[in-house]
DNA sequence: GCTGAAAACATGGACAG
DNA sequence: CTGTCCATGTTTTCAGC
C-alpha cells in the first residue's frame, strides 16, 4: 500500500492537490489512469481523507491566532467541551495529557474579541493565553516522509 | 473582494479543492468560465495559497502527535530555532507571546522516537510535553466565516 | 498497469450589461 | 470590469487487453 509510488503521489497531492492526473502520473512516471487508481485506493483506505483549499486567515480578516491552555474545572469537563464546540472563534482544539488538559487554538478579527472568547472559557477552567507572533515551521508530513517518498 | 460568492467559493474549496469549475460554478450560481477567474483572483491575492490532500498521520504510520511546550534559553534562542528547522519530526512550531516561548507540534511513530526528539529539545529549553489524545475540533475556517458564506 | 475512444472539463476570445 | 456563450484542446473515465 504505502510503496514509494504512493508515497510520492501522497506529497505530490500534498505540495498541490488540483493537478490533473496525467500530470501526477508524469511525476511519478505512470499512466493517468494507474495514477487515478492508487489515488482512489489511497481514499478508500482513509490515507487521503480530502483536499482542502490552504487558506491565509489573515487576509480573511482573522489577523489574531491565539493557543489557550485550559485546565478545565473538575465537574465542567462536559460544559468545557460544549464551548470549545459552540465557540466560532475555535479553529481546533487538542486534548492532551495533564490533568483535565486542552489546548484550544482561537482566531480573532480583533483583540477584543479575543478577550470575548477567553471570558467565557475562564469560567470553565484556569487559562493560559499565548499569541501567537509567527510560525517559523508548518507542514503537514514529517521531513522524515519527504524524504523517503524523494522529490 | 470578499464578497458573499467568494465566500461560498473559498468554504467550497475547503470542503473538496478538487471539483471542477463547473461544479463549483453550479454551487454559486455562476458559469465555470466565471468562478474560474474568481478563483484565479483569489490566488492572486494570497487568499487561497494553494491546494493541499488532507492525509491521515496515522494512517501513514505517525500515530503520536505532542504539542511540547518550550522556554527556550537565553543566548540558546538562534540555536533552537535552528533544531527545529532540522528536525524531521517537528511539523509545526509557534513562537508565542511569553519569555522566549515556542509550542512545538512533534509527529513520531513510536513512543522512544518522540523521547528522542524531546532529549534534543531540553538541550536548549524547559520543555513541558504534552501528548494528543483527541483532537474535538479540526478545521481551518472560524464557524462565523463558515455561516456568513451559506451552505 | 497500459491503450484508446467518448464524455466531461478547462480555457480563450467575442461580446453584452 | 465582470459576467455569458461558444469553440477548441485537455482531462477524466471506462472498456478491452
Redesign the interface.
Known amino acids: 500500500m504505502?510503496d514509494p509510488i504512493n508515497c510520492k503521489i501522497?506529497k505530490t497531492?500534498?505540495?498541490?492537490?488540483?493537478i490533473s492526473f496525467a500530470e501526477l502520473g508524469k511525476r511519478v512516471h505512470l499512466s493517468a489512469p494507474a495514477v487515478a487508481e492508487r489515488v482512489r485506493k489511497l481514499e478508500a483506505?482513509?490515507?487521503?481523507?480530502?483536499?482542502?483549499?490552504?487558506?491565509?486567515?489573515d487576509?480573511?480578516?482573522?489577523p489574531i491566532v491565539a493557543?489557550v491552555q485550559c485546565r478545565v474545572f473538575r465537574a465542567k469537563e462536559k460544559q468545557f467541551?460544549q464551548l470549545?464546540?459552540d465557540?466560532?472563534?475555535?479553529?481546533?482544539?487538542?486534548?492532551?495529557?495533564?490533568e483535565q488538559?486542552f489546548?484550544?487554538k482561537v482566531?480573532a478579527p480583533t483583540m477584543p474579541m479575543l478577550d470575548d472568547v477567553l471570558e467565557r472559557f475562564c469560567t470553565l477552567s484556569d487559562t493560559n493565553t499565548?499569541?501567537?507572533?509567527?510560525?517559523?515551521?508548518?507542514?503537514?508530513?514529517?521531513?522524515?516522509?519527504v524524504?523517503a517518498a524523494g522529490r
Open positions: 504505502l501522497i497531492l500534498q505540495d498541490d492537490a488540483r483506505a482513509g490515507v487521503i481523507r480530502g483536499y482542502r483549499a490552504d487558506i491565509d486567515l487576509k480573511l480578516g482573522y493557543l467541551k470549545v464546540l465557540s466560532d472563534e475555535v479553529i481546533e482544539c487538542y486534548n492532551v495529557t495533564g488538559a489546548i484550544v482566531a499565548m499569541v501567537v507572533l509567527s510560525k517559523p515551521r508548518d507542514r503537514v508530513l514529517p521531513g522524515s516522509f524524504d
